[in-house]
T-cell receptor, first 117, second 115 residues
């Protein structure tokens, strides 16, 4: 069965600190996709990244970086030099390759990040 | 902006009344989804559609029905709303990417309160 665990329910940091959000997943499929979404206080879900199971390269986008490790079934998200605007709930999600064209997502319960000035 | 519009954005309704939420997309993507978000549960899939008149159930489909008579519209209906259906409802679409694998984009959400 598929499962996504975000063990950190809430994290609080001071601006400019680095912070890592953990995501551990379970799947029996060899081909799958991992996603991260941001949900700011306004409520919308903002797509951040999609990673294929066969592409283990880490990715960096500005202050955001993602570390994908199949050996530990983890897909962690790091924000460098955090800013107040990063305050949000962050969701990690998993889908199988043929799961309704990958839209049948299994979500973790989210990590609420608070960045204080 | 993935071109997804949800309506209504906010609704308060009484127990036992029917409610329909609409999801409209502007880009003719084949796959559309309805999710609900509840505290402590994250987001869970209700129903999805893989084409006009082609739909399937998700994890939490009981009490909901869907219809897709046009590619651009995906309707979610609560036949007789209950308080347990108070939630935030998100529509999503699957967009094919330049490499294998699709990206899933979400609408802005519809806040439904059943009193």
């Amino acid at each position: 069965a598929q499962k996504v665990t975000q063990a950190q329910t809430e994290i609080s940091v001071v601006e400019k600190e680095d912070v890592t959000l953990d995501c551990v997943y379970e799947t029996r499929d060899t081909t799958y996709y991992l996603f991260w979404y941001k949900q700011p206080p306004s409520g919308e879900l903002v797509f951040l990244i999609r990673r294929n199971s066969f592409d283990e390269q880490n990715e960096i986008s500005g202050r955001y970086s993602w570390n994908f490790q199949k050996s530990t079934s983890s897909f962690n998200f790091t924000i460098t030099a955090s800013q107040v605007v990063d305050s949000a709930v962050y969701f990690c999600a998993l889908s199988e390759a043929d799961g309704g064209s990958q839209g049948n997502l299994i979500f973790g319960k989210g990590t609420k990040l608070s960045v204080k000035p | 902006d993935a071109g997804i519009t949800q309506s209504p954005r906010h609704k308060v309704t009484e127990t036992g009344t029917p409610v329909t939420l609409r999801c409209h997309q502007t880009e003719n993507h084949r796959y559309m989804y309805w999710y609900r978000q509840d505290p402590g549960h994250g987001l869970r899939l209700i129903h999805y559609s893989y084409g006009v008149k082609d739909t399937d159930k998700g994890e939490v489909s009981d009490g909901y029905s869907v219809s897709r008579s046009k590619t651009e519209d995906f309707l979610l209906t609560l036949e007789s709303a209950t308080s347990s259906q108070t939630s935030v409802y998100f529509c999503a679409i699957s967009v094919e990417g330049p490499r294998s694998g699709n990206t899933i984009y979400f609408g802005e959400g519809s806040w439904l309160t059943v009193v």
